[in-house]
């Protein structure tokens, strides 16, 4: 019997990066099974810590969405905000708690709700570089001199980076962003 023409074919475009550490985690747990109970350990592990810090983003996110305006965000952080909104962006990522793929979401709303691309750079630069509870850190046990120096070269590494990225993207591709969010 021949195979007829409803035989898929599998490529290895179809399998993506989740396939490969399945396989993976499966190939280790059967050659080293302490090893592979290692692995899924750590890993149900940050599953359970996900789910701790990602709802409470989505219900502050929601909260965001519904009390604040979009004239409001506008205003304050949109394309003519100049140093306020800069400062706005900065401190919000600065101030912010949590792992940076919780910055990602509320990065998208803060978008959708009329904020400028330079100050979601910002904003995500701010988060992932110039966090308050690092800096503290860093001047307990690095010292002063070694903590200030690299929160200041942080501040000017985001700066330059929003505001090369913000000016090297043209409006076109700005307004291909914008409009892929709102889809």
Known sequence: MKN?????????????????LIIFSVVVFLFFPREGARVYRV???????????????????GLFDVWVSREKVTQHLGDRSGLKGTGISIALGALAAGPLYAAFPIAEVMLRKGTSLRNIFLFIGAWSTM??????????SLGAR??????????????????????????????????????
Not at 45 to 57: D, G, R, V, Y
Not at 131 to 140: A, G, T, V
Not at 165 to 182: A, F, G, P
């Open 131 to 140: 966090k308050i509870p690092m800096l503290l850190f860093e001047l307990q």
């Open 4 to 20: 007829s023409k409803n035989t898929k074919k599998v490529s290895w475009k179809s399998f993506n990066g989740l396939n490969v």
């Open 43 to 61: 890993v149900g592990q940050n599953i359970l810590f996900m789910l701790e810090i990602i709802p409470p983003i989505f219900l502050l996110l």
């Open 146 to 183: 070694f903590a200030l120096t690299r929160y200041a070269m942080s501040f000017l590494g985001i700066f330059c980076i929003a505001f090369f990225l913000d000016k090297l993207l043209l409006s076109e591709d700005k307004q291909n962003i914008i409009k892929r969010l709102k889809e």
